[in-house]
C-alpha cells in the first residue's frame, strides 16, 4: 500500500485520485502531527469489500459456497461444450 502524506495529499489531489481509480491499490495519507490516518481508495474497490464482506457475514450463503467447493474437489466435474440451438430463417 503507497504512502504519502496530508500535505503531499493536499497538493497533489487530482493526481492521487486518478491512482487510486486507475488501480485497486489503496492509498494511506498520514499526519503524524494528529495521528490522524485515513485510508483512500476508489469507489469499485470500496464496492467490492463491501460486498465480499456482505457474502462473508452470510452464514447461510457461506455454508453453500463451501459445500459447493467441498462437492468440486471429492467429485471433480465434468466440462460440457456449450450447445448453441440456431433456427434457420427462411
Known amino acids: 500500500m503507497q504512502t504519502t502524506s496530508y500535505t ?28 490522524n490516518n485515513i485510508v483512500v481508495l476508489s469507489v469499485d474497490t470500496y464496492e467490492s469489500i463491501m460486498e465480499t464482506l456482505a457474502i462473508m457475514s452470510n452464514t447461510k450463503l457461506m455454508e453453500r ?15 460440457h461444450k456449450l450447445l448453441i440451438n440456431m433456427h434457420n430463417k427462411h
Do not use: A, C
Not at 459447493?68 to 465434468?78: E, V
Open 65 to 79: 459456497i463451501k459445500e459447493s467447493d467441498w462437492q468440486l474437489t471429492q467429485r471433480g466435474f465434468k466440462q
Open 8 to 35: 503531499d495529499f493536499r497538493q497533489n489531489l487530482k493526481s492521487y485520485m486518478h491512482q487510486v481509480n486507475d488501480t485497486p491499490e489503496p492509498l494511506t495519507v498520514t499526519n503524524p502531527k494528529f495521528n
